[in-house]
């Protein structure tokens, strides 16, 4: 299956390689710096290059290229998705997953992938199984480590690989016990020139961070299950029981961990909270263009608009923009032509505005496209869906857990036309 | 230059010149030679530190060292020859060091196999270890090392861990597998045994890595599946996600050549004069246990599942599969990717699947360029009349991106959707006419090239486009659309007979400067233009040709040649020259526009060799349906109830197996998982979708009807099914005729009269119990239990039994009808204010080889009351937890009976003789000694025999010395032998020692003793 697996950064140099059967070149990477050359962009980089004698897929995370090299028909599938654990343990065992944390932790990130693939074959993705084999770093044991002269193995022999509850670490012990779990939506929508809707979904996950003693059965039951049109579970939700029940039991890893991730049904019309109005104008003769944006709440079922942040990419031709913001900070870059502003909360009584007029280059004619705009924002306290948690109960465990539930709702790729 | 010559020899030494440290300044007067050597002894310095490192008595000092070699090793640098320094440490104690030094072996071993062999006698000796995960580490290593000579010492050591009785010892085995194929490939012979007898392994943790290797070493062999196919649908669910795609994967090509297509074309079925299709059975029950799976959150494994349906599924259900591939395309982008690309070829054979979804498909100006280019691929596939206006609506904003590649793409799909569909044909080439007067040249040739396809299917309409076309010429630079429209002038020149010798004329004067392709179309637009109106174009075709005559390229100098003999009559030109209007002004066909995607779906999808749409290196073609159905009588699995003991025999005649020192068990334990499991086991997960659930994850429900809508939903299933083929019908009856014998044998037992005594028993005089069965093989006498303090254990808490407490122990009797069972007596109390109605086990989960024997249902139990019953559990020799469902009319409460070690053995009488005769025979690795001391109280002959007999269920064998304490006992279910010797020495001072084949019963029952001396 996966022979070796090659970690490249922004600047083309291969700062880790490692093996899982024989030796493979590193120079078999060329032809991944070749791609990589042709592709103006590094999301254009193709996930799949096939070479002579072998096949290179990649992923491109963090500004990282994680480049698997496999020899044999294997699922291009099986091999990204394996990637893509690959970056989220890192993640998860360091915090962020950059190229300097993967340098500062070179020996505990080989010791990780040395235990997650067995001959290319994966063996132990599981974060709390990999955990329990390798300690993640922490600065208080690296400290101890270097006096003590101790070590981030774990000493115990790894029996989560051996249970019938794999992704639970055995032994949890915490003096506070809390589960906690965040209803996070986020709406996917195209708004076309006048405003109206071209698409809008909503996709939502709840992520839970878990810290509970024992081998705790918990029980989350909705509202109003029938929102949710298709969801995909963690390992650990019985399926039946929510087939039966539309209720949510599981036994759940210790940490965090997205619990499941949900579409809600297309039959249910989506609110779309905030409205932007434009008028983006390059005239022919001039070389200059005028801007103007407004920002403005809409169905928001009574909740503040935050963290609302507007890009765009403007053409080419447009050398600068002088503008100014009614409210929050922006800037335009000339080199990458990208306009960022980003607004801060919406107050619906004065309506956050950014104004002003763009330098054209001179002699060319103007654009034929109006740029798009890529909304961002956050609205605390509301799942837009609708969706509610009815209870959480726990089973098997006598003690009291606090229990805490938090909704958000986020724009996906929110995207006006213009 | 000195660097040449540390170059080489750096290169000599290893392979890597990055070793080489930054070159320091030498005094030029220094020779080259002078300044080599002193280089190369200052990399060996650096190695040198690290040696000593290495040699210190310090862990902490080796860590240090091994943690820099492995980063070198992680920066793709050389350490190839620290090689001897690190194989010492093979064998240390540090468990990081060690760590670290399997992963340098493994990475040099091949290098080094000389040095190599010196750490393998580790590993045969990790090999033996008691303990399961160390067992399977030292094979993984071992595994790994890819040095040809230690191929039989791997081979052996892979069989023998495939009868391991950890699951996990044979899931590595599993792995290893293919490791030794690849180093070997003569073994394959044997590999496919070993492969055969994990196939037949009843767990999931190594039904996913054991298809992997079969896969890996012998995909051909599909008869090794049929045995094991109903077994690995039934397991699917429960198999972790990787093992899933894998098994998935196979599947589906199994199913290819075992069934028959579900699509039969029925016209097709009645000429042939068949019999009506129906579904096999096996079919179905391959669709209905990988459904549930689309819901994983492995995209991997969603994938597999939709190949799967879309490969093997009657057409009818197909469509469920799209909403999850829809799903996918909100992961990654490289997910996104590779499911678009399947989405594009499934588009084109089944079109409805996808239509509620086009919104999904709809492209946004952040999507990589790659992403946007499949959207508009499977856009285009599922235009239709119906959508086909809101489509270029889409297309028209796309038409005005920033993204040239993209739009270039969208001016593609508009022209394949013109083709495609005739009712927007006009609308579309008027779009594109539009585009003509685009600002950026790239989209106005894309415009040109794909207008020049669509006039070829209706021309005549379309002269006033020509024309503006002819225009063009001016300024278009693009060479491909350049030549598009000189073809397109030249073909249909009598349309524009005015503009076509004007445009020749231009061309003419510009030929020298234009590139290859214009060039040969401006000759044939010379050529055509001489046949239909010689009078006006005659001298600039002569002029041309004679241009073309003199040029560089000889294609081009090849063509004018050939066209001046085809056209220009003289009088040598033979007979072509009356016919070569009619060569160059023939009707041609017009250019069918289609995706690249079509026809893809002849590999699987899913698959590397579909994504490259090129056969990859061992691909496993997807076979055809077969025209005749194969027997399906081959995936019967017969109900096996033959006696233990058989089994046994078998193992004595393989003395392979049996001979290997200390672990016989392990065989046992996977044989006889087989043999107790049977039919019954995969018929238990046959309604249970999503298995775990339905198995015994069943907690606290507030009905029961978590379980019984299984059933209704199984019977369901068989009634769609009815008709399917009598056999299968046949075999179900059998099977069901299997249960209610079972259900018999339990009816009978539940007169027992152990079943109604209240309370719990205190230990019961060792009398009556005549009827205890011996255990068979040995001349030993059983002896009627012993007895020190009685423990009871919680099942079920008063508050999470809401009410019900269920407490238990171990009675220490012999459990009735079956010896090899541990008799586990288990006492209910009703703490609630209502009855309880119809108590029961339901629902068992056992590993591979346990069995449970339930104890009869109690009707009701009145409001504070309590009842005591018995049930056995053979538990395999193994302190694996037995889980099962305790319900009640309306809970089911999920627990488990973990048997302490002493409890899973019974006493045996025999004499002091006896007994040291047994004794020499378990020596070695069988024979473990351990010291302690002995706390004050326990310094009794009474209190040492009472501490002993309470932690483990053995009987006193008499001893002639003084000081010393011999007890003696054997497994419950397989009779090996258990013995215990303690020797007290001076004061608190005493050794313990345990012999039995059994290793890790022997160390844990010495944990376990010791623990009760010291309390």
């Given at each position: 299956?996966?022979?070796?697996?090659?970690?490249?950064?922004?600047?083309?140099?291969?700062?880790?390689?490692?093996?899982?059967?024989?030796?493979?070149?590193?120079?078999?990477?060329?032809y991944?710096?070749e791609a990589q050359e042709r592709a103006s962009e590094a999301e254009n980089v193709p996930p799949v290059i096939s070479?002579?004698?072998?096949?290179?897929?990649?992923?491109?995370?963090?500004?990282?290229?994680?480049?698997?090299?496999?020899?044999?028909?294997?699922?291009p599938?099986?091999?990204?998705?394996?990637?893509?654990?690959?970056?989220?343990?890192?993640?998860?065992?360091?915090?962020?997953?950059?190229?300097?944390?993967?340098?500062?932790?070179?020996?505990?990130?080989?010791?990780?992938?040395?235990?997650?693939?067995?001959?290319?074959?994966?063996?132990?993705?599981?974060?709390?199984?990999?955990?329990?084999?390798?300690?993640?770093?922490?600065?208080?044991?690296?400290?101890?480590?270097?006096?003590?002269?101790?070590?981030?193995?774990?000493?115990?022999?790894?029996?989560?690989?051996?249970?019938?509850?794999?992704?639970?670490?055995?032994?949890?012990?915490?003096?506070?016990?809390?589960?906690?779990?965040?209803?996070?939506?986020?709406?996917d929508a195209i708004i076309d020139k006048s405003g109206s809707t071209i698409t809008a979904e909503?996709?939502?996950?709840?992520?839970?961070?878990?810290?509970?003693?024992?081998?705790?059965?918990?029980?989350?039951?909705?509202?109003?299950?029938?929102?949710?049109?298709?969801?995909?579970?963690?390992?650990?939700?019985?399926?039946?029981?929510?087939?039966?029940?539309?209720?949510?039991?599981?036994?759940?890893?210790?940490?965090?961990?997205?619990?499941?991730?949900?579409?809600?049904?297309a039959?249910?019309?989506?609110?779309?909270?905030?409205?932007v109005?434009h008028n983006i104008n390059f005239r022919d003769s001039s070389s200059l263009g005028r801007f103007e944006i407004?920002?403005?709440?809409?169905?928001?079922?009574?909740?503040?608009?935050?963290?609302?942040?507007?890009?765009s990419q403007m053409p080419k031709g447009v050398l600068?923009?002088?503008?100014?913001?009614?409210?929050?900070?922006?800037?335009?870059?000339?080199?990458t032509k990208l306009l960022?502003?980003?607004?801060?909360?919406?107050?619906?009584?004065?309506?956050?505005?950014?104004?002003?007029s763009m330098n054209l280059q001179a002699g060319t004619s103007k654009p034929d496209e109006n740029p798009t705009i890529n909304?961002?924002?956050?609205?605390?306290?509301?799942?837009?869906?609708?969706?509610?948690?009815?209870?959480?109960?726990?089973?098997?465990?006598?003690?009291?857990?606090?229990?805490?539930?938090?909704?958000?709702?986020?724009?996906?790729k929110?995207q006006v036309r213009t | 230059?000195?660097?040449?010559?540390?170059?080489?020899?750096?290169?000599?030494?290893?392979?890597?010149?990055?070793?080489?440290?930054?070159?320091?300044?030498?005094?030029?007067?220094?020779?080259?030679?002078?300044?080599?050597?002193?280089?190369?002894?200052?990399?060996?310095?650096?190695?040198?530190?690290?040696?000593?490192?290495?040699?210190?008595?310090?862990?902490?000092?080796?860590?240090?060292?091994?943690?820099?070699?492995?980063?070198?090793?992680?920066?793709?640098?050389?350490?190839?020859?620290?090689?001897?320094?690190?194989?010492?440490?093979?064998?240390?104690?540090?468990?990081?060091?060690?760590?670290?030094?399997?992963?340098?072996?493994?990475?040099?071993?091949?290098?080094?196999?000389?040095?190599?062999?010196?750490?393998?006698?580790?590993?045969?000796?990790?090999?033996?270890?008691?303990?399961?995960?160390?067992?399977?580490?030292?094979?993984?290593?071992?595994?790994?090392?890819?040095?040809?000579?230690?191929?039989?010492?791997?081979?052996?050591?892979?069989?023998?861990?495939?009868?391991?009785?950890?699951?996990?010892?044979?899931?590595?085995?599993?792995?290893?597998?293919?490791?030794?194929?690849?180093?070997?490939?003569?073994?394959?012979?044997?590999?496919?045994?070993?492969?055969?007898?994990?196939?037949?392994?009843?767990?999931?943790?190594?039904?996913?890595?054991?298809?992997?290797?079969?896969?890996?070493?012998?995909?051909?062999?599909?008869?090794?599946?049929?045995?094991?196919?109903?077994?690995?649908?039934?397991?699917?669910?429960?198999?972790?996600?990787?093992?899933?795609?894998?098994?998935?994967?196979?599947?589906?090509?199994?199913?290819?050549?075992?069934?028959?297509?579900?699509n039969?074309n029925a016209e097709a079925?009645?000429l042939?004069?068949?019999?009506?299709?129906?579904?096999?059975?096996?079919?179905?029950?391959?669709?209905?246990?990988?459904?549930?799976?689309?819901?994983?959150?492995?995209?991997?494994?969603?994938?597999?599942?939709?190949q799967?349906?879309f490969h093997?599924?009657?057409k009818?259900?197909v469509g469920?599969i799209a909403?999850?591939l829809v799903?996918?395309l909100?992961?990654?982008s490289e997910?996104q990717y590779v499911v678009l690309q399947n989405v594009a070829t499934m588009s084109i054979k089944r079109r409805g699947m996808f239509e509620p979804y086009l919104k999904s498909f709809y492209i946004r100006s952040t999507d990589p360029t790659q992403i946007k280019i499949l959207k508009l691929e499977v856009l285009t596939n599922l235009a239709n009349e119906t959508n086909i206006s809101t489509i270029l609506r889409e297309f028209q904003t796309y038409i005005r991106s920033m993204d040239k590649d993209f739009v270039a793409a969208t001016i593609q799909a508009i022209g394949r959707c013109a083709t495609n569909i005739g009712k927007v044909r006009d609308t579309c080439l008027n779009g594109l006419v539009q585009l003509l007067s685009n600002r950026d040249e790239l989209v106005v040739a894309e415009s040109v090239v794909v207008i020049k396809k669509l006039l070829q299917m209706q021309p005549a309409q379309h002269s006033e486009i020509i024309k503006h076309m002819a225009k063009l010429t001016d300024n278009i630079q693009v060479p491909m659309a350049r030549a598009s429209i000189l073809w397109l002038i030249g073909e249909y020149c009598e349309h524009v007979p005015k503009i076509a010798p004007d445009v020749l004329r231009k061309m003419a004067k510009s030929f020298t400067n234009e590139e290859d392709i214009v060039k040969l179309q401006v000759i044939n637009l010379a050529a055509k233009l001489y046949l239909t109106n010689s009078k006006q174009s005659k001298l600039l075709t002569q002029y041309v040709l004679n241009l073309a005559k003199y040029d560089q390229n000889y294609d081009i100098r090849d063509r004018a040649r050939f066209i001046r003999q085809l056209i220009v009559p003289t009088e040598k030109s033979g007979a072509l020259n009356k016919y070569a209007k009619k060569l160059f002004l023939a009707q041609k066909p017009a250019p069918i526009l289609e995706s690249s995607f079509k026809d893809r779906d002849h590999f699987q999808l899913g698959s590397l060799s579909h994504l490259l749409n090129a056969k990859a290196?061992?691909?496993?073609?997807l076979?055809d349906?077969?025209?005749?159905?194969?027997?399906?009588?081959?995936?019967?699995?017969?109900?096996?109830?033959?006696?233990?003991?058989?089994?046994?025999?078998?193992?004595?005649?393989?003395?392979?197996?049996?001979?290997?020192?200390?672990?016989?068990?392990?065989?046992?334990?996977?044989?006889?998982?087989?043999?107790?499991?049977?039919?019954?086991?995969?018929?238990?997960?046959?309604?249970?979708?999503?298995?775990?659930?339905?198995?015994?994850?069943?907690?606290?429900?507030?009905?029961?009807?978590?379980?019984?809508?299984?059933?209704?939903?199984?019977?369901?299933?068989?009634?769609?099914?009815?008709?399917?083929?009598?056999?299968?019908?046949?075999?179900?009856?059998?099977?069901?005729?299997?249960?209610?014998?079972?259900?018999?044998?339990?009816?009978?037992?539940?007169?027992?009269?152990?079943?109604?005594?209240?309370?719990?028993?205190?230990?019961?005089?060792?009398?009556?119990?005549?009827?205890?069965?011996?255990?068979?093989?040995?001349?030993?006498?059983?002896?009627?239990?012993?007895?020190?303090?009685?423990?009871?254990?919680?099942?079920?808490?008063?508050?999470?039994?809401?009410?019900?407490?269920?407490?238990?122990?171990?009675?220490?009797?012999?459990?009735?009808?079956?010896?090899?069972?541990?008799?586990?007596?288990?006492?209910?109390?009703?703490?609630?204010?209502?009855?309880?109605?119809?108590?029961?086990?339901?629902?068992?989960?056992?590993?591979?080889?346990?069995?449970?024997?339930?104890?009869?249902?109690?009707?009701?139990?009145?409001?504070?009351?309590?009842?005591?019953?018995?049930?056995?559990?053979?538990?395999?020799?193994?302190?694996?937890?037995?889980?099962?469902?305790?319900?009640?009319?309306?809970?089911?409460?999920?627990?488990?009976?973990?048997?302490?070690?002493?409890?899973?053995?019974?006493?045996?009488?025999?004499?002091?003789?006896?007994?040291?005769?047994?004794?020499?025979?378990?020596?070695?690795?069988?024979?473990?000694?351990?010291?302690?001391?002995?706390?004050?109280?326990?310094?009794?002959?009474?209190?040492?025999?009472?501490?002993?007999?309470?932690?483990?269920?053995?009987?006193?064998?008499?001893?002639?010395?003084?000081?010393?304490?011999?007890?003696?006992?054997?497994?419950?279910?397989?009779?090996?032998?258990?013995?215990?010797?303690?020797?007290?020495?001076?004061?608190?001072?005493?050794?313990?020692?345990?012999?039995?084949?059994?290793?890790?019963?022997?160390?844990?029952?010495?944990?376990?003793?010791?623990?009760?001396?010291?309390?």
């Amino acid at each position: 299956m996966i022979h070796s697996l090659f970690l490249i950064n922004a600047s083309g140099d291969i700062f880790l390689e490692k093996h899982w059967k024989s030796v493979v070149s590193r120079s078999v990477c060329d032809y991944f710096f070749e791609a990589q050359e042709r592709a103006s962009e590094a999301e254009n980089v193709p996930p799949v290059i096939s070479t002579p004698h072998h096949y290179l897929l990649s992923v491109y995370r963090h500004k990282i290229f994680f480049v698997a090299v496999i020899q044999t028909e294997v699922p291009p599938l099986f091999v990204i998705e394996f990637l893509h654990r690959v970056v989220d343990t890192f993640q998860d065992y360091f915090g962020i997953c950059s190229e300097v944390m993967i340098k500062d932790n070179v020996v505990v990130v080989y010791e990780v992938l040395e235990e997650m693939l067995d001959n290319g074959f994966p063996l132990a993705t599981e974060s709390n199984i990999l955990k329990e084999l390798i300690k993640p770093p922490t600065i208080l044991r690296t400290v101890v480590n270097t006096i003590t002269g101790s070590t981030n193995v774990g000493d115990q022999l790894p029996t989560g690989q051996l249970s019938v509850v794999p992704w639970r670490r055995t032994g949890v012990k915490y003096t506070n016990n809390e589960a906690y779990f965040d209803v996070i939506e986020e709406i996917d929508a195209i708004i076309d020139k006048s405003g109206s809707t071209i698409t809008a979904e909503i996709q939502g996950v709840i992520d839970a961070c878990v810290k509970l003693t024992g081998m705790p059965d918990l029980t989350l039951s909705f509202m109003n299950p029938r929102l949710l049109d298709d969801v995909s579970f963690h390992p650990c939700v019985r399926f039946k029981r929510w087939e039966s029940e539309r209720i949510l039991s599981f036994i759940p890893p210790d940490g965090n961990f997205r619990l499941l991730s949900y579409h809600v049904s297309a039959q249910n019309l989506v609110a779309i909270p905030v409205y932007v109005k434009h008028n983006i104008n390059f005239r022919d003769s001039s070389s200059l263009g005028r801007f103007e944006i407004t920002v403005g709440p809409k169905q928001t079922m009574g909740k503040t608009i935050e963290g609302v942040m507007v890009t765009s990419q403007m053409p080419k031709g447009v050398l600068n923009m002088s503008l100014t913001p009614s409210q929050g900070t922006h800037i335009f870059d000339p080199v990458t032509k990208l306009l960022t502003w980003d607004v801060g909360k919406i107050n619906p009584q004065k309506l956050p505005s950014l104004k002003g007029s763009m330098n054209l280059q001179a002699g060319t004619s103007k654009p034929d496209e109006n740029p798009t705009i890529n909304l961002q924002f956050k609205i605390q306290q509301l799942a837009i869906s609708g969706l509610k948690v009815n209870r959480l109960d726990m089973y098997g465990e006598k003690y009291k857990p606090f229990k805490g539930i938090k909704y958000m709702t986020k724009a996906g790729k929110f995207q006006v036309r213009t | 230059n000195p660097k040449p010559s540390i170059r080489f020899q750096e290169e000599e030494r290893g392979r890597s010149p990055a070793t080489i440290p930054a070159v320091p300044r030498t005094t030029p007067s220094r020779s080259n030679a002078l300044t080599a050597t002193s280089l190369s002894t200052l990399t060996w310095c650096r190695h040198d530190d690290l040696k000593e490192m290495l040699d210190s008595n310090k862990d902490s000092l080796k860590l240090e060292a091994m943690k820099r070699i492995v980063a070198m090793i992680a920066r793709g640098k050389n350490a190839s020859d620290l090689f001897p320094a690190v194989v010492k440490n093979v064998a240390c104690k540090n468990i990081e060091v060690k760590k670290l030094v399997y992963v340098y072996l493994v990475r040099y071993a091949e290098e080094q196999q000389d040095l190599a062999l010196l750490s393998i006698s580790t590993f045969q000796r990790g090999l033996k270890d008691p303990n399961q995960l160390i067992r399977a580490s030292a094979l993984r290593v071992l595994s790994s090392i890819r040095v040809p000579i230690i191929v039989p010492i791997m081979m052996l050591a892979i069989k023998e861990a495939a009868s391991d009785m950890s699951p996990y010892v044979r899931k590595t085995a599993a792995h290893a597998i293919p490791k030794l194929y690849s180093l070997d490939s003569d073994q394959k012979d044997q590999l496919i045994e070993v492969i055969e007898k994990l196939l037949a392994d009843k767990t999931t943790l190594v039904a996913g890595s054991v298809v992997m290797a079969f896969e890996e070493v012998c995909p051909e062999r599909i008869d090794l599946i049929h045995k094991n196919y109903r077994k690995l649908c039934n397991l699917l669910i429960d198999v972790e996600e990787w093992g899933q795609v894998v098994i998935i994967n196979m599947l589906t090509r199994y199913a290819r050549t075992q069934f028959l297509s579900p699509n039969q074309n029925a016209e097709a079925a009645s000429l042939a004069k068949r019999k009506p299709y129906v579904m096999d059975p096996d079919h179905r029950l391959l669709l209905r246990n990988t459904k549930p799976l689309l819901q994983s959150r492995n995209a991997a494994v969603v994938m597999a599942v939709a190949q799967l349906y879309f490969h093997l599924a009657p057409k009818a259900e197909v469509g469920v599969i799209a909403k999850a591939l829809v799903r996918l395309l909100r992961s990654h982008s490289e997910v996104q990717y590779v499911v678009l690309q399947n989405v594009a070829t499934m588009s084109i054979k089944r079109r409805g699947m996808f239509e509620p979804y086009l919104k999904s498909f709809y492209i946004r100006s952040t999507d990589p360029t790659q992403i946007k280019i499949l959207k508009l691929e499977v856009l285009t596939n599922l235009a239709n009349e119906t959508n086909i206006s809101t489509i270029l609506r889409e297309f028209q904003t796309y038409i005005r991106s920033m993204d040239k590649d993209f739009v270039a793409a969208t001016i593609q799909a508009i022209g394949r959707c013109a083709t495609n569909i005739g009712k927007v044909r006009d609308t579309c080439l008027n779009g594109l006419v539009q585009l003509l007067s685009n600002r950026d040249e790239l989209v106005v040739a894309e415009s040109v090239v794909v207008i020049k396809k669509l006039l070829q299917m209706q021309p005549a309409q379309h002269s006033e486009i020509i024309k503006h076309m002819a225009k063009l010429t001016d300024n278009i630079q693009v060479p491909m659309a350049r030549a598009s429209i000189l073809w397109l002038i030249g073909e249909y020149c009598e349309h524009v007979p005015k503009i076509a010798p004007d445009v020749l004329r231009k061309m003419a004067k510009s030929f020298t400067n234009e590139e290859d392709i214009v060039k040969l179309q401006v000759i044939n637009l010379a050529a055509k233009l001489y046949l239909t109106n010689s009078k006006q174009s005659k001298l600039l075709t002569q002029y041309v040709l004679n241009l073309a005559k003199y040029d560089q390229n000889y294609d081009i100098r090849d063509r004018a040649r050939f066209i001046r003999q085809l056209i220009v009559p003289t009088e040598k030109s033979g007979a072509l020259n009356k016919y070569a209007k009619k060569l160059f002004l023939a009707q041609k066909p017009a250019p069918i526009l289609e995706s690249s995607f079509k026809d893809r779906d002849h590999f699987q999808l899913g698959s590397l060799s579909h994504l490259l749409n090129a056969k990859a290196v061992g691909y496993q073609e997807l076979p055809d349906w077969p025209d005749e159905a194969p027997d399906p009588s081959v995936r019967n699995v017969e109900v096996r109830g033959t006696p233990r003991r058989e089994k046994r025999k078998e193992k004595v005649e393989k003395p392979f197996y049996s001979d290997s020192e200390g672990e016989s068990g392990p065989t046992e334990s996977a044989d006889s998982g087989e043999s107790h499991h049977g039919g019954a086991s995969s018929r238990g997960h046959h309604g249970g979708v999503w298995g775990r659930a339905g198995m015994w994850w069943e907690i606290g429900s507030s009905s029961s009807s978590g379980t019984s809508s299984s059933s209704s939903e199984e019977e369901d299933e068989e009634e769609e099914e009815e008709g399917s083929g009598e056999q299968s019908e046949e075999k179900e009856g059998e099977e069901e005729e299997e249960k209610r014998k079972k259900r018999k044998e339990k009816g009978g037992l539940r007169k027992c009269p152990l079943c109604s005594s209240r309370g719990l028993p205190r230990p019961l005089s060792p009398m009556g119990w005549a009827w205890w069965p011996m255990l068979s093989c040995g001349p030993w006498q059983l002896l009627s239990p012993a007895f020190g303090a009685v423990r009871t254990y919680e099942l079920l808490h008063r508050m999470a039994g809401e009410g019900l407490s269920v407490e238990y122990c171990f009675s220490r009797r012999p459990f009735p009808g079956d010896p090899h069972m541990v008799a586990v007596q288990i006492q209910i109390s009703n703490n609630t204010d209502a009855e309880v109605k119809s108590l029961r086990v339901s629902e068992p989960k056992l590993l591979a080889g346990m069995r449970i024997q339930e104890f009869p249902e109690i009707e009701s139990l009145a409001p504070g009351d309590t009842a005591s019953v018995v049930m056995g559990i053979d538990f395999c020799d193994s302190t694996q937890a037995a889980n099962f469902q305790l319900c009640t009319h309306t809970r089911h409460f999920y627990v488990s009976i973990q048997p302490p070690v002493g409890e899973l053995m019974a006493p045996v009488f025999m004499s002091e003789n006896e007994f040291r005769k047994e004794q020499g025979k378990l020596t070695g690795m069988s024979e473990i000694t351990e010291k302690l001391t002995l706390p004050e109280k326990c310094r009794s002959d009474h209190a040492i025999v009472q501490q002993v007999t309470s932690a483990a269920n053995v009987g006193r064998v008499p001893c002639g010395a003084d000081n010393e304490y011999r007890f003696a006992a054997k497994t419950v279910t397989s009779g090996s032998l258990v013995l215990i010797t303690l020797e007290w020495r001076e004061g608190a001072a005493a050794q313990l020692t345990v012999n039995s084949e059994k290793m890790v019963i022997g160390t844990m029952l010495v944990k376990d003793i010791i623990q009760a001396l010291a309390q």
